[in-house]
């Protein structure tokens, strides 16, 4: 089955999510997709959503909330993303929070953005952003440190920290592949 087009949807504040879009981006491709990178704040798809065969969305958690432009998107496009397979990952420190409870707080956050846009997507997933101290200024990495510090995360703030785990971030990109027939791809794993 011809994988077509599919759609990758971000909000990045900090530029992790827009990594983590192209990897999952990298997965579909070499499963046949063609494949269609939209930064939500800077631009629109080039086509409609009903003609992707696809649609994965992924946003970022800063301050409790998603990127505005994304769950615009969402709402605007909430009919044909049920429609469509689609997919929708959330980017945050807590999903790579040492203890469960941080962990089920972001997976609650997330099930909670998608009972109140009412989109049921085929795939969803929390995943581990990263701490870019050398990307904030002064008063955000005072800031992000005592909120690490707090969460059991570096406060070494001479460097940046990634949390993601990419062997899941692949098995997500599989799982995404399967709902829209590109098996092949799935070998990744
Ligand atoms: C200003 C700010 C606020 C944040 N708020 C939260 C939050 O409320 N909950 C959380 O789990 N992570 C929070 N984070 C961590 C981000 O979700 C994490 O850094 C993520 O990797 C950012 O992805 P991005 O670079 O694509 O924006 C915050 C980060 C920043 C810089």
């Known amino acids: 089955m011809s994988a077509g087009r599919v759609l990758v949807i971000y909000g990045t504040s900090y530029g992790q999510t827009a990594k983590i879009a192209r990897r999952i981006g990298e997965v579909l491709q ?3 997709a063609a494949v269609e ?4 704040a800077r631009g629109r798809p080039s086509l409609g959503p009903e003609q992707y065969s696809a649609i994965v969305v992924g946003a970022s958690l800063i301050a409790r909330g998603v990127q505005p432009p994304i769950r615009r998107f969402v709402r605007e ?13 959330l980017v ?3 999903a790579g929070s040492p203890s469960a409870k941080g962990r089920q707080a972001a997976q609650r956050i997330l099930d909670g953005f998608l009972a109140a846009e009412s ?3 085929a795939a969803s997933a929390s995943i581990a952003g990263a701490i870019n ?3 904030y200024g002064f008063l955000l990495r005072w800031y992000m440190k005592r909120a690490s510090a707090m969460h059991g995360g570096s406060t070494d703030t001479s460097r940046d920290h990634e949390y993601t785990d990419w062997n899941q971030v692949e098995r997500f990109a599989a799982e995404v592949g399967d709902t829209v027939g590109i098996l092949q791809t799935v070998d990744s794993r």
């Open 30 to 32: 070499r499963g046949g």
């Open 77 to 89: 496009n909430l009919a044909a993303l049920n429609r469509t397979p689609s997919a929708f990952f």
């Open 133 to 135: 101290y050398t990307k």
């Open 119 to 121: 989109w049921r997507p």
């Open 37 to 40: 990178y939209c930064d939500a």
């Open 92 to 94: 945050s420190a807590s």
